[in-house]
């Protein structure tokens, strides 16, 4: 299985400020994504991430808001801008091995925004 | 019709006992449905999976039931121990189909095993 780390673990931020959260992936993947979940609550997905072309993004979420790089097969980040206490959540990133179709998650960034 | 409905919301078991955690599902492209376990401020971890292709999946103690007619699966453990209490997730996908993968996830289910 697919072993993902994510950077940094948490933060706390002040309002509208930006924060980037770097996700790794041990091994080349071709999909990755990135969810949102609140405390106590499901997962909700971002936008997905692919190699080489522009990340696809969900209802509700926007680029503006969201941007997401994937410069490469083991990487990506995604970028919360100007954040607001609203924003305050878990996000993770995913990472998909196709030959199974099994998805891993890393283990998540705590965001708080005061 | 993207929907994934799970329950119970939670669920309290003694140890030695079966858990039974129920999903539902819409949408009958889904033909890949996975199930997490989440520890508090952990990610998710893959538990099991199950393609429609089959109607039951075993893996140590934890079993997968698909209905596919219902468009129900469910998650059965076994022999419940309290390492197992976490919060488990139901989720499905087109894996061969236009969501490449995209998973949705229901409600959740916070199971409690008492020693």
């Known amino acids: 299985s697919a072993v993902i780390s994510q950077k940094p673990s948490r933060d706390i931020c002040q309002r509208g400020t930006s924060l980037t959260i770097q996700c790794q992936v041990d091994s080349q993947v071709t999909m990755m994504f990135w969810y949102r979940q609140q405390p106590g609550q499901s997962l909700t997905l971002i936008a997905t991430a692919n190699q080489g072309s522009e990340a696809t993004y969900e209802s509700g979420f926007v680029i503006d808001k969201f941007p997401i790089s994937r410069p490469n097969l083991t990487f990506s980040t995604l970028t919360v801008s100007n954040m607001s206490p609203e924003d305050s959540s878990i996000y993770l990133c995913?990472?998909?091995?196709?030959?199974?179709?099994?998805?891993?998650f890393g283990p998540g960034t705590r965001l708080t925004v005061l | 019709q993207q929907q994934v409905k799970q329950s119970p919301q939670s669920l309290i078991v003694q140890k030695g006992g079966i858990s039974i955690i129920n999903c539902a599902y819409e949408?009958?492209?889904?033909?890949?449905f996975p199930w997490y376990q989440q520890f508090p401020g952990k990610g998710p971890a893959l538990l099991i999976a199950i393609r429609p292709d089959v109607s039951e999946k075993k893996e140590g103690r934890f079993t997968i039931s698909f209905n596919k007619s219902a468009k129900q699966f469910s998650l059965h453990i076994m022999d419940s121990q309290p390492g197992d209490s976490a919060t488990y997730f139901c989720?499905?996908?087109?894996?061969?189909?236009?969501?490449?993968?995209?998973?949705?996830f229901g409600q959740g289910t916070i199971l409690t095993v008492h020693p």
């Open positions: 995913s990472a998909e091995q196709q030959t199974y179709n099994e998805q891993f």
């Open positions: 949408n009958t492209a889904f033909d890949y």
């Open positions: 989720a499905a996908t087109d894996a061969g189909g236009t969501s490449y993968g995209k998973l949705t």
